[in-house]
């Protein structure tokens, strides 16, 4: 296994991180670009002599290590591992916190793929599982029992936009002597960096704004946790679901712009939300940037802008929730969210459709949309056309 640690790229900028970690050009051609390594394996110079370590392409790749690397600069974290999703990613992390007869506390408010994973697959396997409000210090600590060893959130959360004090959560979790995790891939690295803020590990999906482009399904672990890295190192390496060389070239390619894709997104989500405050067909407008959300103080202290993901609830109900979602034309209606083109969907049936009936359950007349970075005047007269009236 080859072991991936930021460079010293650690005293440049992110935006300057963003293009430049972990990406030296090719020393035989001077290529700018390093090349996509599009190999399964790698010839030994007699047994056991490895060129720069590689050996196989399940435990490690130089187009997968050059992603990892960057990954790891830009959440400030020594190592970083990329898996073939971010579920992927949540798998291993959750197989190296948790053991049989050992305590999870989740976010009410995650990705209902995240629930799904937990609960019909490790809870099963003898983990215990309890949903609660992150947002509500005391009902977090209310959750913690003795066996407690992790307390994952997701902030922003999905689909309702709910902010956790990650600085707060981070000092109940360690005083509990729990991992504390933070999905961040709705903010992205470029907007939030957990670590810095005191989690102990980032999870995230790249296939969202990390990538950027709707292209590439990818997910990563990024933690200075060496003990930690190791453990889920060896799970990717023992289970396999390592993300491909292609995939990890494209998302490369894809973070070049995340600095300024996530300035131009969280522009135009507020231009929307506030386009939506007041308007005689929504009853509510969930997005942290507006100064009445309640999580807005914390996410103007933590985040360095509020992204580009929101959700309405229409003074319509199910039906004209439904009716909305289909009459878009620039907002397309599809599973996912983070890339450059503007996306729209209808949790209760899509995104959180495996937690009907759970705490988690989604009410059916809230619209999500993920603002991409198209003309927000042409965005905004999409919504527009499309309410029901
Ligand atoms: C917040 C969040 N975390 C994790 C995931 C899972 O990632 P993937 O679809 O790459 O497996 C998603 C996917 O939608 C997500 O929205």
């Not at 309702?160 to 000092?171: C, E, G, S, Y």
């Not at 300024?260 to 939300?273: D, G, K, L, N, P």
């Not at 969907?345 to 198209?374: C, D, F, N, Y």
Request: net charge negative.
């Amino acid at each position: 296994m080859t072991s991936h640690t930021s460079s010293d790229d650690s005293k440049y900028g992110f935006a300057t991180r963003a293009i430049r970690a972990g990406q030296e050009f090719d020393p035989t051609t001077g290529a700018i670009i390093p090349p996509i390594y599009q190999t399964s394996t790698f010839v030994q110079d007699g047994v056991g002599g490895l060129r720069g370590g590689y050996e196989y392409g399940r435990s490690g790749n130089p187009t997968r290590a050059s992603l990892e690397t960057l990954l790891a600069s830009l959440e400030r974290a020594k190592h970083g591992v990329a898996f073939s999703s971010g579920l992927a990613a949540e798998d291993a992390l959750l197989r190296s916190t948790l053991s049989a007869g050992d305590h999870i506390v989740l976010g009410n408010d995650v990705y209902g793929g995240t629930h799904r994973l937990i609960n019909r697959i490790h809870v099963p396997n003898g983990i215990e599982l309890t949903t609660v409000e992150m947002a509500d210090e005391d009902a977090v600590r209310a959750a913690i029992r003795p066996n407690t060893k992790v307390l994952w959130v997701e902030t922003p959360s999905n689909p309702l936009m709910k902010i956790t004090d990650v600085a707060a959560l981070a000092a109940i979790g360690h005083e509990a002597g729990a991992t504390v995790v933070v999905d961040n891939t709705f903010a992205s690295p470029a907007l939030q960096q957990p670590l810095e803020l005191g989690a102990d590990v980032v999870v995230h999906s790249t296939t969202k704004y990390i990538g950027g482009h709707s292209d590439a399904l990818g997910g990563a672990v990024l933690t200075s946790d060496d003990e930690l890295a190791d453990k889920v190192k060896f799970i990717q390496f023992a289970a396999g679901a390592i993300l491909a060389p292609m995939e990890a070239w494209l998302t490369v390619r894809g973070i070049k712009t995340l600095a300024i894709r996530m300035e131009r997104h969280s522009r135009s989500a507020q231009a929307v939300a506030e386009h939506f405050v007041g308007h005689p067909e929504v009853v509510a407008v969930h997005y942290p940037g507006l100064a009445d959300h309640p999580g807005h103080d914390i996410a103007a202290r933590q985040m360095s802008a509020f992204g580009g993901m929101l959700s309405i609830e229409l003074r319509g109900g199910a039906d004209a929730a439904k009716a909305f979602v289909e009459r878009t034309e620039l907002f397309q209606l599809a599973e996912s969210l983070g890339g450059v083109e503007s996306l729209i969907g209808l949790p209760a049936e899509m995104t959180h459709a495996s937690v009907k009936g759970t705490p988690l359950e989604v009410s059916p007349a809230i619209v999500r949309l993920s603002v991409g970075i198209e003309e927000v005047a042409d965005l905004i007269a999409d919504l527009e056309q499309a309410l029901p009236r």
